[in-house]
């Protein structure tokens, strides 16, 4: 695909289950710099726009389950609006995309732009080595995609908010984000609800979730 993954040595079924042998990472150091990483994004989504979805007829496009988020958004939304901590600017957002969450999940496919996405581009599934190569882990979201969500996701789930600008001005064409946002936020308002009220987990979930909703 041109970017650096962790290499297979094995990969093989057997009664037991699949043994996946992967190359050791572990002294390589968690995430990588945002900049450098939506560059390397940028490349892998021009390589190929109008290639993947013929190369890989079986990837998985974006809305497929929308029905189904939006009902879960719908069930966990009452809980995470009791919260204290939310800014009242990122709690009328929630409320707003009751009822309204499928639509936004379709419309994380872009305006048609399809190309290979990650899926899952936030920067615990990045490694930096000792001498600065980076590699991306957990392929399994893999699918067909405008780009633009992968930056999306990578911005709200990854991404201080006063490094929004320079990651932003790092990818070619994010005239498609405010599009994309609203789908990167609920997933974001999903993570939340797994902290604790008011802790640092939390605190950077809410940073995050504020600066996308300004940019809504």
Not at 42 to 62: C, I, K, S
Not at 132 to 148: A, M, N, R, T
């Amino acid at each position: 695909m041109g970017v650096r993954v962790p290499d297979c040595y094995e990969a093989s079924e057997g009664p037991e289950g699949t043994l996946l042998v992967l190359e050791d990472l572990s002294e390589w150091s968690p995430g990588a710099d945002p900049v450098e990483v939506v560059g390397v994004y940028a490349d892998l989504h021009a390589r190929f726009v109008g290639v993947a979805e013929h190369r890989w007829p079986w990837l998985r496009r974006a809305g497929v389950g929308a029905e189904l988020v939006g009902e879960l958004y719908d069930r966990t939304w009452p809980a995470i609006s009791g919260r204290h901590d939310l800014s009242p600017r990122v709690r009328r957002f929630g409320s707003e995309m009751v009822g309204h969450v499928a639509g936004a999940e379709r419309t994380r496919g872009g305006d048609g732009r399809l190309t290979l996405v990650h899926g899952d581009a936030s920067g615990r599934n990045q490694r930096t080595s000792p001498t600065g190569e980076i590699v991306f882990l957990d392929w399994e979201d893999v699918g067909l995609s405008d780009g633009i969500a992968d930056i999306a996701w990578f911005l709200v789930s990854s991404v201080a908010p006063e490094r929004w600008r320079e990651v932003i001005d790092a990818y070619p064409d994010t005239s498609g984000l405010r599009a994309v946002l609203p789908a990167a936020m609920v997933q974001g308002l999903f993570s939340l609800s797994g902290t604790e009220d008011g802790s640092k987990d939390a605190h950077g979930w809410l940073q995050r979730l504020e600066a996308a909703a300004s940019r809504l």
